[in-house]
């Protein structure tokens, strides 16, 4: 019996046999706790040393950013480190909800480079019990819930899962583990079982699932269509009115806020349309590739996947078979959208091509019932069966060994493939980057700004570092704290929101005036050789494809219009003084939920060369801060 077994008369779903026990539960932690220390390692998890590595850099940042917002009671920070000074929330970088809310309630106490070490290293040990928490919720046997959950583990180590966490996708990784509980509670409560505290505790858990990362949806929406398709003999239909209505109200309602923040934020400043291509390729191959483990594939895909066919086939249970088919369903849909979902532009945002691991992590409840009924045709007396199971068990057992060597693979620190970052994944700031952070303190001011190349390839040590450098040099950059976020930035063979084959040198040299930038840091060829062959600009430091040069001749001033100091910026914080003259505007982008104190006529100052308008003041206090509240 698998997958709510033993129904009884007027109960929709039964009762629970021999099902998941907590000695289970402690073992899978245990064996997921020892691989994900090692390579951590464990001894890093309390020290000073932050994980900057990708995105995570990019999250270190907002989890700074936090504090400021928790100080001020506010979602929106001006933010005078990046594009020239523009309101900015956590609520741009989706990966950094969970670690920025710990930040805010225990940072100073904890350092934010600790904090995120614990939510990411907890946030690992959720995937094998989320698995089983769902095997638990659904009735599972145990020896179906330890196959789903061994099949969950290999993913997470040996398919992009992996790549997505040691690169900064923390979040959406555990979010593709969470839906599979969230969806047992639902099918548990659609089904009869439980009463109200059971459907406010699953609107609960949706709401901290999709604060966890804003993707949740999709992937609990595709696992809750099919169940409610396929098992209308099985659910209460009273109950599946409640639980549509009741659970996604609760899921949205605590979310509002920063959902709201997102809609305004987007409409004020978009972001331009090359990002949408960001993981957002239209590759019908990829439904075969990867699941013969090409391309982004893995070894476990094809074992995962010929069990749930199994699963289609032969699972014939009353309750089991809508179980496993709702699963499959889920798997399918999840898959087909990853391969030529963003063939539809509004769903090409939603960066289909990451959802094809989780239609695989979809897979392992029913590839758990197929594993069963392969485990029942050994032993069945139709030879063709019999030996198709012997085929099958065969397949399985060499791509799982060898899914399982490549687990082995994945925690080692030798100079081998990986699929993720090779170990250890708390290593710190890199050669590159503690270069330019004693190079930008000991040789610029506070006075101009760092034109700073952000390119999409990871150069600087394979990290989103910007912000950490703004940050730990307390200067301010045009470009960043991500690629291609705002006209004033500065990316491969593109400066300012213009192609540099577009940009005449007296335009760029105007652009570097209007935004006070003293220096220039460039990585990729294109952008070095533009900027050697400018009269004005001399490179003053080298460091392997890094090079730095000064403005000669510039005059640093943060005024376009009248006079005074910028004497400190910090989030939330612009500090003016010595401010001179009847009117000024300042170098700093405006937004009409900035206010300054002493108060003073503010506002917008439109110019050719930004689609942004800059700060004017009438009648400036000689000495005032800017900030929003």
Known sequence: MSGFPGMPPGNACPNRESGVDYGTIA????????????????????????????????????????LALARDGTQWAYDPFFAA???????????????????????????????????????AL????????????????????????????????TSMFRWYYTHGMVSFVTAAYMALPFAALFFRYTCGRGGGWLLGGTGAFGALAFFYHPLFPVLAASLIGPWLIVSFRLTVWRRVLAALTVI???????????????????????????????????????????????????????????????????????????????FLSAAIILLVFAAVGAALRPLASLQPNRFAAAGYLFLTIPAAFGFMRVWQALRSPTPALRATAVLTAIMVAISTSYAAYEVAREVSYADIGHVGKKPPMVDGAGPYTVWLEDWLRQHTEESSRILFEVSLPRLY????????????????????????MHAASFQDGQAFGKALG??????????????????IVANTATNKDYIDALPGVDAVANNGSFRIYRVRGHDANFFLKGQGTISHREHNRVVATNVSGPAIVLKYHYHE??????????YPVQSDLDPIPFIGIDDPPAEFTISIR
């Open 27 to 66: 073992l899978a932690a245990l064996l997921q706790f020892f691989l994900v220390a090692y390579s951590f390692p464990l001894a890093e998890l309390f020290s000073q040393t932050p994980v900057l590595f990708s995105d995570a850099g990019y999250h270190w940042y907002h989890m700074k950013l936090a």
């Open 126 to 157: 959720l995937a094998p019990l989320s698995v089983l928490l769902a095997a638990r919720l659904l009735d599972l046997p145990k020896r179906q819930a330890i196959v789903a959950m061994v099949f969950a583990m290999l993913l997470f180590w």
């Open 502 to 519: 577009d940009l005449p040198s007296d335009l760029f040299a105007t652009y570097l005036g209007l935004y006070n930038v003293g220096w």
């Open 248 to 326: 996604p109200l609760l899921s949205l309602l605590p979310n509002l806020p920063w959902l709201d923040a997102v809609q305004e934020y987007s409409k004020a400043f978009p972001v331009g349309d090359f990002m949408a291509a960001y993981q957002a390729k239209v590759d019908p191959s990829k439904l075969w590739m990867e699941l013969l483990a090409q391309g982004e594939g893995c070894k476990a895909y094809a074992p995962i996947a010929l069990l749930a066919l199994w699963a289609a086939i032969k699972e014939k249970g009353p309750a089991a078979r809508p179980l496993a088919i709702s």
């Open 85 to 123: 000074g523009l309101p900015r929330g956590v609520f741009l970088d989706p990966s950094a909800h969970f670690p920025a809310a710990l930040a805010a309630l225990f940072s100073p106490a904890i350092s934010e480079a600790v904090l995120y070490k614990i939510y990411a290293f907890a946030s």
């Open 593 to 602: 939920r900035l206010q300054i104190d002493p108060p003073a006529r503010m």
């Open 461 to 484: 040590d394979g990290g989103r570092v910007t912000g950490y450098l703004a940050l730990r040099t307390k200067r301010e950059f045009i470009g960043g704290p991500y690629p291609y």
